[in-house]
């Protein structure tokens, strides 16, 4: 086992990932496997609640679920003017499943790499959405979405002629407005994974260096940080949720 004996040691080994592979098809076992533990229990536990729902007065549980329900679906109905019966469930999954995640971060440092030692694994990042990976590949999901939906609701000569007939209106700069649309494309995707991560990132950093503070400054601390990070959890699952249902509401409408 690797010694960690200096606070460089100690942000070094929190933040190395438990990788399979090397180079472009490396794999990092830690975030996959929190993904998708994350998101069996999103399904399971909504798929109890569903299956045991009641139409009296419900439990703690399934009023929970049904406000978090009615918080998105109302958000998606101001937002998604056209009726679809994807962009729902789609925001909803995202909101949910990003929360979880995020919600990691709240748990003591050492708590899930203390336990993933316990059965052998010398390295464990337990934050899934502050490995890069996780979020732009989410990002780059909602980009095909993005596309698809363009696509299916203006054509393939519509999504040509929204990427080359605005902003300027003359057909000799219709070059210059390819490229200007191209790059506002191409941005969605990047600023809406980039903005995930570093959130999270920062965030997960900054409890690291808590950690490393005195016992009786990590107290006053990481309460007050605690508290404060709930919001960015929360106002981050938030953005990344309304951003995937803008983008997909001005695919299928007029430029």
């Not at 393939?156 to 210059?176: A, C, D």
């Not at 903005?195 to 107290?219: C, D, K, S, T, V």
Request: charged share 15%; aromatic share 14%.
């Amino acid at each position: 086992m690797e010694s960690v004996t200096t606070a460089h040691d100690y942000i070094e080994h929190h933040l190395t990932f438990f990788t399979v592979g090397k180079g472009f098809w490396s794999i990092n076992i830690d975030s996959m496997l929190m993904v998708w533990l994350l998101g069996l229990l999103f399904i399971g536990v909504f798929r109890y609640v569903a299956s045991r729902g009641t139409s009296g007065v419900p439990g703690k549980l399934q009023c929970f679920i049904e406000i978090t329900y009615e918080f998105v679906n109302n958000l998606v109905k101001e937002i998604f003017q056209t009726k679809d019966k994807l962009i729902g469930p789609l925001a909803l999954t995202i909101f949910v499943w990003v929360f979880l995640m995020n919600t990691i971060d709240l748990l003591p440092v050492d708590f899930i790499p203390a336990f993933a030692r316990l059965l052998g694994f010398e390295h464990f990042r337990e934050l899934p959405s502050a490995d890069v990976n996780v979020p732009m590949s989410m990002a780059i999901g909602v980009f095909m979405l993005i596309i698809i939906y363009t696509l299916k609701t203006k054509g393939l000569r519509g999504f040509i002629k929204e990427l080359t007939t605005q902003p300027f209106e003359s057909p000799w700069l219709y070059p210059v407005n390819l490229v200007l649309e191209l790059v506002t494309l191409i941005s969605k995707p990047i600023s809406l994974g980039l903005r995930l991560f570093g959130n999270m990132y920062a965030g997960e950093m900054i409890f690291i260096l808590i950690a490393l503070m005195p016992w009786w400054m990590q107290w006053a601390l990481s309460v007050p940080w605690a508290l404060f990070h709930i919001l960015i959890v929360f106002l981050q699952a938030f953005i990344f949720m309304v951003l995937t249902v803008v983008y997909l509401a001005m695919a299928t409408e007029e430029h």
